[in-house]
């Protein structure tokens, strides 16, 4: 094992801080409102069509999708997205009122939320309200 004396690492220090404010020590953005909101609407449109959740993963749409109702057999018949989001590290959450047909056929309103990434892979995640 070889000794560094301590003066030796202090006089690398400068070198590594320089190193790292040329380059960048920051990770990725947060994920652009958009491109979420279309993530979103996309799997969302993808739903309502009558599409699986298989389906949906299955060709390239998102690469993962988890909605509790929409596993149940709910059909999607109508949503609406709303205009604001909340920031959840670098994914989004966005509000969401669906009007479903549920197994037995009976109308059901829900306000749900989605945790949405787009980077670096496409996900659409129910999320407890």
């Known amino acids: 094992m070889t000794f560094v004396p301590a003066q030796s690492m202090l006089g690398r220090f400068p070198a590594l801080l320089l190193f790292l404010a040329a380059f960048g020590c920051g990770g990725p953005s947060p994920a652009d409102p958009k491109l979420v909101r279309a993530t979103l609407s996309t799997v969302l449109?993808?739903?309502?069509?009558?599409?699986?959740?298989?389906?949906?993963?299955?060709?390239?749409?998102?690469?993962?999708?988890?909605?509790?109702?929409?596993?149940?057999?709910?059909?999607?018949?109508?949503?609406?997205?709303?205009?604001?989001?909340?920031t959840a590290g670098f994914d989004l959450k966005m509000s969401v009122r669906l009007w479903l047909l549920d197994p037995k056929g009976r109308n059901v309103e829900q306000q749900v939320r989605y945790t949405v990434s787009v980077d670096p892979a496409k996900t659409v995640i129910r999320a407890p309200f």
Do not use: H, M, Q
Request: no cysteine.
């Open 45 to 86: 449109d993808a739903w309502r069509e009558g599409l699986s959740l298989d389906d949906v993963t299955s060709s390239g749409l998102a690469n993962t999708v988890s909605d509790p109702a929409w596993k149940a057999g709910f059909k999607l018949s109508r949503y609406e997205i709303a205009e604001t989001a909340r």
